[in-house]
């Protein structure tokens, strides 16, 4: 499967955005999806995850409560939705994919198969 992802860019803090995550050459449906951040000179970090149907999802502590995180497996995507944005949110964000059993999703990176290319969120202050 190939993912792309895309909805990243320049925004105020407070503000929010949407991130969104395409899938092609095999449906989504299959696939367990992981949300990922990049921060400059820092170590990519784990944000949001999905399972395969979308009954269960995991955020982390600084996502919790901000970000939502969502799929449309007609559509072949998963959405990431940011609100009440910080500074310390800009980072470069990927998705990831994996085949997964349902009711399961995954927070670590190497658990992940397939990822996308990154779409930088830059928050200023």
């Known amino acids: 499967v190939q993912l792309q992802a895309s909805g990243g860019g320049l925004v105020q803090a407070g503000d929010s955005l949407g991130l969104s995550c395409a899938a092609s050459?095999?449906?989504?449906?299959?696939?367990?999806v992981g949300w990922f951040r990049q921060a400059p000179g820092k170590e990519r970090e784990f944000v949001a995850a999905?399972?395969?149907?979308?009954?269960?999802?995991g955020y982390s502590h600084s996502a919790k409560g901000r970000f939502t995180i969502s799929r449309d497996n007609a559509k072949n995507t998963v959405s990431l939705q940011m609100n009440s944005l910080k500074p310390e949110d800009t980072a470069v964000y990927s998705c990831?994919?994996?085949?997964?059993?349902?009711?399961?999703?995954?927070?670590?990176?190497?658990?992940?198969?397939?990822w996308g290319q990154g779409t930088l969120v830059t928050v200023s202050s």
């Open positions: 990831a994919a994996r085949t997964a059993v349902t009711g399961v999703y995954y927070s670590r990176d190497d658990d992940y198969t397939y």
């Open positions: 999905i399972s395969r149907a979308g009954t269960m999802t």
């Open positions: 050459g095999r449906t989504l449906s299959n696939y367990a």
